[in-house]
């Protein structure tokens, strides 16, 4: 790991955080150890868990051919969902690992070992976080995810489009395969981060397709 990485911007940042990051920069100082364990700093995990959640919804549209403002509604409340869901769960791995990661350079300067936040402070955290993020699935709903088949009663260049979305997937992947190198860190780290894109692609095609 480079000198670069692990010297930090700004007071409290996390050593393996991504510089010039909102939280550090943005966000109110008094909320930053808080974000910080929520990984808001790191959002990929909110994008792989939030990306299957708009395939749901898209797929439920296609499959019902009848959008409204409230698909909106679900597309923004699972953003929140995801981000707050995601969240807990960064917080309660800091609370069982604080002290390997207090031992880890690479973790130790993360808000729990580094004395940014105390364990009863994140677990009050982790509840409100749970809380919150659970209050919104219920008020949503549990939304079951259409099967792609189901988007047989609209047109057939809307069929198209959205059945592209496999191929496209498929090409990412390749890509993926063709560039995958265990050797490099760099790489498996570029590469992981592509899973947002990846994830992204069926929701272009989806979204396409209901416009049709």
Request: aromatic share 8%; with cysteine.
């Amino acid at each position: 790991m480079s000198q670069q990485q692990i010297k930090p911007e700004v007071k409290g940042q996390v050593s393996d955080a991504v510089r010039g990051n909102w939280v550090d920069h943005w966000a109110p100082a008094l909320a930053r150890p808080y974000l910080r364990l929520s990984r808001a700093d790191r959002p990929i995990g909110t994008w792989l868990l939030l990306i299957p959640c708009w395939w749901g919804v898209l797929m439920g549209v296609l499959a019902t051919d009848d959008a409204s403002l409230n698909d909106l509604w679900i597309f923004v409340s699972c953003a929140l969902g995801a981000f707050l869901m995601r969240g807990a769960g960064c917080t309660w791995n800091d609370i069982t690992d604080r002290k390997f990661d207090g031992a880890v350079e690479r973790t130790r300067s993360r808000p729990i070992p580094s004395g940014q936040v105390s364990v009863a402070q994140a677990v009050v955290w982790m509840v409100i976080q749970a809380l919150c993020g659970g209050f919104g699935v219920i008020s949503v709903g549990l939304m079951a995810i259409a099967l792609l088949g189901a988007v047989g009663n609209r047109s057939t260049l809307s069929q198209i489009i959205a059945f592209s979305a496999l191929p496209a997937f498929g090409a990412h992947l390749v890509w993926q395969l063709r560039n995958l190198n265990i050797n490099s860190p760099e790489v498996l780290l570029t590469l992981f981060r592509s899973n947002r894109d990846a994830g992204l692609i069926p929701v272009m095609f989806f979204a396409a397709a209901m416009l049709l």
